[in-house]
């Protein structure tokens, strides 16, 4: 038997908690129309989609804090928003 169109989306939303590295999480939010036009613009200008657009620029901003932060110490614990046990 055939699936509806809805029971295919909930199948395929569900497929996606585990894809890839460690899963993949809904991002649903409004921004200016400014920030979605560049959004366009840049991943046009790179050959990728907006969602790969959006991926590396989070990434890049986020890696360089991330390189500077040892594991278990406060600083750390503060940026990921883990609770530190003394």
Same mark, same amino acid.
């Given at each position: 038997? *055939?699936?509806?169109?809805?029971?295919?989306?909930?199948?395929?939303?569900?497929?996606?908690? $585990?894809?890839?590295?460690?899963? /993949?999480? &809904? %991002?649903?939010?409004? +921004?200016? $129309?400014?920030?979605? #036009?560049? @959004? &366009? &613009? #840049?991943?046009?200008?790179?050959? +990728?989609?907006? &969602? /790969?657009? #959006?991926?590396? @620029? %989070?990434?890049?901003?986020?890696?360089? %804090?991330? $390189? *500077? #932060? /040892?594991?278990? *110490?406060?600083?750390?614990?503060?940026?990921?928003?883990?609770?530190?046990?003394?």
């Amino acid at each position: 038997m *055939t699936n509806t169109s809805a029971q295919r989306q909930a199948q395929y939303r569900a497929r996606r908690v $585990s894809a890839g590295e460690n899963g /993949e999480m &809904r %991002i649903n939010a409004w +921004v200016a $129309s400014g920030t979605v #036009l560049a @959004l &366009r &613009r #840049l991943a046009r200008r790179y050959g +990728v989609t907006q &969602r /790969e657009m #959006l991926e590396r @620029l %989070i990434e890049g901003a986020d890696d360089p %804090i991330v $390189s *500077t #932060l /040892e594991p278990g *110490t406060p600083a750390w614990a503060e940026y990921f928003g883990a609770t530190v046990t003394a």
